[in-house]
């Protein structure tokens, strides 16, 4: 079946400093991958949709300059959390569209900014 | 407005009592998947429904799609503390654009009493 792998699975950083964090398809390739976000005691929210090699579409909502996707490759999407602050702490999960093996889900990053 | 409601919101029962949670929208689903997970860990995939009128039971969880396809819920019968976490419905939705996004319900947190 196909593996979607994400990394970190955890990462704690300082309060005004970057953090990406990486969805890469392994047995499959990627046009879509999608980028979630979920609150403690909340459901899982779309932030964006990245396609690969064109720009992603943001959510209502959801700042692009400070949450930048780059979907450079068919196997890798990244999402980078600029200049974190502590409201950004949160837990990250990514998913990939193929077609035969429809979503498939990373297993989520643990951010915590400090 | 949220695309996909989940009622209920939380739950809590005594352990051995049957529950359901239901996951509606306001738009025809092409495919609905329910999800258990935990805050802060990956997804666990329960059952993906396709067709209008379908069911799907696995242990003791069973899930029905209704005919128009808008409307699914998820039946635990006897349950066991080991069934509670937050039970997620996702879906594809269409968008203005004519492409599609996959989202997730808001979430139902079910906790199980011994």
């Known amino acids: 079946g196909a593996v979607v792998s994400q990394h970190p699975s955890r990462v704690i950083c300082k309060s005004g400093t970057s953090v990406k964090i990486e969805c890469r398809s392994l047995?499959?390739?990627?046009?879509?991958m999608f980028w979630y976000r979920q609150f403690p005691k909340q459901s899982l929210m779309l932030m964006a949709t990245?396609?690969?090699?064109?720009?992603?579409?943001?959510e209502q909502g959801v700042e692009k300059d400070k949450f930048l996707i780059n979907h450079a490759s068919l196997t890798l999407s990244t999402l980078t959390v600029t200049s974190a602050h502590p409201e950004d702490s949160s837990f990250y999960i990514c998913?990939?569209?193929?077609?035969?093996?429809?979503?498939?889900f990373g297993s989520g990053t643990r951010l915590t900014v400090v | 407005s949220q695309e996909l409601e989940q009622s209920p919101q939380s739950l809590i029962v005594q352990e051995g009592k049957n529950l359901t949670i239901n996951c509606t929208s306001s738009?025809?689903?092409?495919?609905l998947y329910w999800y258990k997970q935990k805050y802060g860990e990956g997804l666990i995939f329960l059952m993906m429904?396709?067709?209008?009128?379908e069911e799907k039971s696995h242990e003791k969880i069973t899930a029905k799609l209704d005919e128009k396809k808008q409307q699914s819920s998820l039946h635990i019968t006897a349950s066991q503390p080991s069934h509670a976490g937050i039970y997620l419905c996702?879906?594809?939705?269409?968008?203005?654009?004519?492409?599609?996004?996959?989202?997730f319900g808001t979430g139902t947190r079910l906790k199980v009493l011994a």
């Open positions: 990245s396609n690969e090699g064109s720009k992603a579409t943001y």
């Open positions: 998913s990939a569209l193929e077609g035969s093996y429809g979503y498939t």
């Open positions: 996702g879906a594809d939705i269409s968008t203005t654009s004519g492409t599609y996004k996959y989202i």
């Open positions: 738009k025809t689903l092409y495919g």
């Open positions: 047995d499959f390739q990627a046009t879509t």
């Open positions: 429904l396709q067709k209008g009128g």
